[in-house]
Nanobody, 124 residues
Framework: QLQLVESGGGLVQPGGSLRLSCAAS????????IGWFRQAPGKEREGVSC????????NYADSVKGRFTISRDKAKNTAYLQMNSLRPEDTAVYYC?????????????????WGKGTLVTVSS
């Protein structure tokens, strides 16, 4: 079965860190750009970060610049989102998506695969 599976979410205090993983099964991520997106309760989905298929180009939403880092490991067929200095407003379900092209925008349009999401709650 071709799918993306996110993991690593949970409850963390403000100022804390989490690392999310996005693992692909049934296909190789080698030629896919990957993005992380989030949706908070009552809000629309927003793009958080994206990385090119080769890993050399990245982009971040202004709200997470300097705090989040996207990366990918081809050997593990997995992408990551390292989240530091977390804030209550980062609370959301985080999704990863993959598109069979070099790069993607933060709009999330045209993704070929989506994961089911992992919940991140930032609260004291």
């Amino acid at each position: 079965q071709l799918q993306l599976v996110e993991s690593g979410g949970g409850l963390v205090q403000p100022g804390g860190s989490l690392r999310l993983s996005c693992a692909a099964s049934g296909f190789s991520l080698d030629y896919y750009a990957i993005g992380w997106f989030r949706q908070a309760p009552g809000k629309e989905r927003e793009g958080v970060s994206c990385i090119s298929s080769g890993g050399g180009s990245t982009n971040y939403a202004d709200s997470v610049k300097g705090r989040f880092t996207i990366s990918r490991d081809k050997a593990k067929n997995t992408a990551y989102l390292q989240m530091n200095s977390l804030r209550p407003e980062d609370t959301a379900v985080y999704y990863c998506g993959a598109a069979h092209r070099f790069f993607i925008g933060l709009g999330g349009d045209g993704m070929d695969y989506w994961g089911k999401g992992t919940l991140v709650t930032v609260s004291s």
